[in-house]
């Protein structure tokens, strides 16, 4: 009898508490955004069904929550503490990047760098509620919209705060279709929102594979922190461009980012442990992380405005949203947008310039924080 | 701490425009440079373009050197025709030759089956026994 109610004291039915309630609930309303309403699914659904798992409660000292050292989790999260996921997604997505519409027109990578407005404002903003320095530039790259950069970044300067910020940078990511069409429409007119790009000239295939070299230079000499990230980024855009490399770049955007997909959202949700997780920090991050996309995406928009006073061939400011980095919902979005205005209005290829370059910025942005703050 | 006394003291506003500035010219220069490069690209393949000619020309007269060089792609079933397509290459051997030398030149240069050529040679009496295993080139009077 007594060890059936030592067994029943150490059941999670007996050590939960109220916060693992609240963290089951938003991890099934996550696996439900995922599965049911098929929002960033790919996403969603790991990071919903982690949150689930780590809410388990557990005896500690088990070996077997993600913050207990040689627990099979803690072995998994590693990939997250040392921004080994990030960087393997990155490459992937080099590996799936097309950046032939920003090699077509340039001038819209202007956009990408605008709408990075957003974490800086973020970053003075984290700091006047009182974070710590560290801790403010973790919360203001949710402003890039861009989860392994948000991870990345948080990874090396306030590892503890993994859990919230990455839950922020994807659920934020999850609503672009709630979030950005309100700030689009209110900061553009009809007739601007009607403006129809002209047609891109066509990009050699010269040109594309000496971009990633030409862009990996630059860039990481600009901010060699951003090397984890740009470097793997533009090493994938170069096996797909350069075609010599088929099976390489078949493998990184298939299995090798699929598999890093799965660890990362999988072990960022387990990370967000009730007791950990549910803080009046993280709902400070989660509203300064909503305060963060869509000043990036007001930003993105303004400075489109504002490039149209200068240019003859005039600029669709929708593209600005695009801006931020999430590939490719902003994209899409921007595109949905025009097209209600006028359903002939084709503004996909266009924001997906800005959306890559955004991609970019908010990489070379992770950089240049992580330089200011070691 | 909080407010401006809190960004004041982390270096705030410092971070933020420096940052901004970083970032923004990092993307401008990058923005030129992709600009730029469809033109360099062009200028370059128009240099190329420029400087093949007169590679060509170089091979043009390299190809007329060789011209008298002229490899059959069979043995003509003439053996007149056929001693036509050796005789440059006989110019190239000091009178009398081995036919071992022969052999090699003509192997070297292409021509199909040398081996047998150079034995129809030999019984045509175009290639002419000088004695110590060394012949000499006797070229058919109607070439």
Known sequence: MELLIQFLT??????????????????????????????????????????????????????????????????????????????????????????????????????????????FFTLLSALALGFLPKEAASIAIIGGADGPTSIFLTAKLAPHLIGPIAIAAYSYMALIPVIQPPIMRLLTTRKERLIHMSELRQVSKKERVIFPVVGMILCCYLAPASIPLLGTFFFGNFMKECGVTERLVKTARTAIIDIATIFL??????????????????????LLGAVAFSIATASGVIFAKIMNLFLKDKINPLLGAAGVSAVPGSAREVHLVGQREDPTNYLLMHAMACNSSGVIGSAICAGILWSFLV | MYGLEAINAANGWAMAYTGAIIVFSGLVVLSFVVSQLNRILGFWESFIKNFKPTQQSKQTDEIKDEDTFVVPHCVPSDINKAAQYYSPVIKELEQPFELTSLYAISQQKGFPHPHITISCFRQANILVPEGDGLFRWNQPQNI
């Open chain 1, 10 to 119: 150490n059941t999670g039915y007996y050590l939960a508490d109220y916060r693992h309630i609240i963290m089951l609930l938003i991890g099934s309303v996550f696996v439900y955004l995922g599965t049911a309403k098929q929002y960033e699914p790919l996403l969603l659904v790991p990071i919903g069904f982690g949150i689930l798992v780590g809410n388990v409660p557990f005896f500690k000292g088990f070996g077997l929550g993600i913050y207990e050292p040689n627990s099979v989790l803690h072995y998994l999260y590693f990939g997250v503490t040392t921004g080994l996921y990030p960087s393997i997604v990155f490459l992937g997505l080099g590996a799936m990047t097309d950046f032939s519409s920003l090699l077509a027109r340039p001038k819209l990578m202007l956009l990408g760098a605008a709408a990075q407005m957003g974490i």
């Open chain 1, 265 to 286: 959202g999988f072990t960022v949700g387990a990370s967000t442990q009730g007791d950990v997780f549910l803080t009046g920090k993280s709902v400070g991050i989660f």
